[in-house]
């Protein structure tokens, strides 16, 4: 069975977000690197999706040109890029045609944000009858606002307010929707065999 490497969302779009400096895990850009180059050499597929919003304005909008891979990434000629414009990586765009015409019958996932496209991604994926493993510490998310936080407060005021979701608990959480359900939940070294 063929096995593709998802990387969701690993683009300059949230690198240029205020927001950046909250990232949970410092490990993200190496952890999806040594996917990268694992998937490699074992003759994995690699896609990599990312997230636009065409005429949001904002830094997911093509226009703005920030929706492209960060710049730490490279696609080899052979791997897609895909361009969604949902959470999940399947419903706006031809990924399940791309890993079906490949061969692949599992997948695993990795990149940001771990609770939001990473997760959703993996969801469908195993709806769809994919074995899914999620690699949690090649995934990134930050703080989330209490739902009724104002829109526009600062990178401080939302550490600040103590309604304000932990990176780490989002991480958790999601960790534990998924296990056992929709995917398997591992790390970079365990998944690596070291």
């Known amino acids: ?110 990149g940001i944000r771990t609770e939001q496209c990473v997760e959703t991604t993996a969801r469908v994926a195993s709806d769809f009858g994919y074995a899914v493993t999620f690699v949690t510490d090649a995934t990134g998310s930050f703080p989330i606002p209490h739902w009724d936080a104002p829109d526009a407060l600062s990178v401080d005021e939302l550490l600040a307010d103590p309604r304000t979701l932990a990176a780490a608990d989002v991480v958790a959480r999601t960790e534990y929707a998924l296990a056992g359900r929709f995917a398997t939940v591992t790390t970079t070294d365990a998944y690596l065999g070291g």
């Open 1 to 110: 069975m063929q096995n593709a490497l998802i990387v969701i969302d690993m683009q300059e779009s949230f690198r240029v977000r205020p927001l950046w400096k909250t990232l949970h895990n410092p490990a993200l850009l190496a952890n999806v690197h040594r996917l990268v180059d694992a998937a490699r050499r074992r003759g994995d597929e690699v896609v990599w999706v990312l997230h636009a919003e065409e005429g949001s304005g904002d830094e997911f909008d093509p226009a703005n040109g920030h929706v492209r891979l960060i710049d730490e990434f490279e696609s080899d000629k052979d791997e897609p890029i895909i361009v969604k414009s949902s959470h999940n990586a399947f419903s706006t765009t031809n990924l399940q045609q791309v890993l079906t015409t490949r061969g692949v019958g599992s997948v695993t996932v990795c």
